[in-house]
């Protein structure tokens, strides 16, 4: 089975590879900008079981060379985890139109073109699985927090995007399914919550992701679940 994972180098999606490349029979692409934690990691596992590319998912012509990669190396996906993210924390009326652009990109954009560039490698032969990470705070009617209207409009638009493409590739046997997770003690929880200690760490959400990724496409499609035990 093939896991191609993005924003792979810390936090939750670092964690995501880590146990991803302790399950037999899982291969692992990890993509990020910043593939030091993965070498480290590609070294002391020697398991072989994991390809990093580095690489910024918001650039066109690195999106290419991912699907490049996996057309070079007669590649098939099961399950894609669209993990990456970026937030921003400031009132509304100091948002720069470039910091807006950014965090709709990362966010929103990068993942829409990735599945655009991925959708031929696929796995025709099994039911293969899109699982989109957004954010509690991206769900019409949770709590919203003053300075976070970039961050959590992004993700809400990822979560209608996954409803979307359920429909869309219904007949191609992709299931899309989004997870919203709310407070985990990570870098940008930090960034949007200063001092707020979480009541999950990154390896705990990371093992719920990774069972999801891996069996939820059984069960779901097109399905929105928040995976929050608290909101700050």
Same mark, same amino acid.
């Given at each position: 089975?093939?896991?191609?994972?993005?924003?792979?180098?810390?936090?939750?999606?670092?964690?995501?590879?880590?146990?991803?490349?302790?399950?037999?029979?899982?291969?692992?692409?990890?993509?990020?900008?910043?593939?030091?934690?993965?070498?480290?990691?590609?070294?002391?596992?020697?398991?072989?079981?994991?390809?990093?590319?580095?690489?910024?998912?918001?650039?066109?012509?690195?999106?290419?060379?991912?699907?490049?990669?996996?057309?070079?190396?007669?590649?098939?996906?099961?399950?894609?985890?669209?993990?990456?993210?970026?937030?921003?924390?400031?009132?509304?009326?100091?948002?720069?139109?470039?910091?807006?652009? @950014?965090? *709709? $990109?990362?966010?929103?954009? +990068?993942?829409?073109? &990735?599945?655009?560039? #991925?959708?031929?490698? !696929?796995?025709? /032969?099994?039911?293969?699985?899109?699982?989109?990470?957004?954010?509690?705070?991206?769900?019409?009617?949770?709590?919203?927090?003053?300075?976070? @209207?970039? *961050? $959590?409009?992004?993700?809400? +638009?990822?979560?209608? &995007?996954?409803?979307? #493409?359920?429909?869309? !590739?219904?007949? /191609?046997?992709?299931?899309?399914?989004?997870?919203?997770?709310?407070?985990?003690?990570?870098?940008?929880?930090?960034?949007?919550?200063?001092?707020?200690?979480?009541?999950?760490?990154?390896?705990?959400?990371?093992?719920?992701?990774?069972?999801?990724?891996?069996?939820?496409?059984?069960?779901?499609?097109?399905?929105?679940?928040?995976?929050?035990?608290?909101?700050?």
């Amino acid at each position: 089975m093939l896991v191609l994972v993005t924003g792979a180098s810390r936090g939750i999606g670092f964690e995501i590879v880590k146990q991803l490349a302790n399950t037999s029979g899982i291969f692992v692409i990890a993509v990020s900008r910043n593939i030091a934690p993965l070498t480290n990691l590609v070294k002391q596992s020697n398991t072989g079981n994991i390809l990093t590319i580095k690489a910024d998912i918001n650039h066109a012509s690195e999106l290419k060379r991912i699907a490049s990669t996996l057309k070079k190396l007669n590649l098939k996906l099961d399950v894609l985890i669209n993990n990456a993210g970026q937030i921003v924390n400031k009132p509304f009326h100091k948002i720069s139109s470039r910091e807006l652009t @950014s965090v *709709y $990109s990362a966010n929103l954009f +990068a993942p829409f073109h &990735l599945i655009q560039h #991925l959708l031929p490698f !696929f796995n025709p /032969k099994n039911r293969t699985h899109i699982v989109n990470i957004s954010s509690i705070g991206g769900i019409q009617g949770s709590s919203k927090f003053a300075g976070l @209207s970039a *961050y $959590s409009s992004s993700k809400a +638009a990822l979560c209608s &995007l996954t409803e979307c #493409l359920a429909e869309e !590739f219904r007949t /191609k046997n992709i299931a899309v399914n989004c997870l919203a997770l709310g407070a985990v003690q990570t870098e940008m929880l930090n960034t949007a919550f200063p001092g707020y200690k979480a009541p999950l760490q990154p390896k705990q959400m990371a093992e719920y992701i990774c069972n999801f990724a891996l069996t939820a496409h059984n069960y779901f499609n097109g399905k929105i679940i928040p995976v929050s035990s608290t909101t700050p």
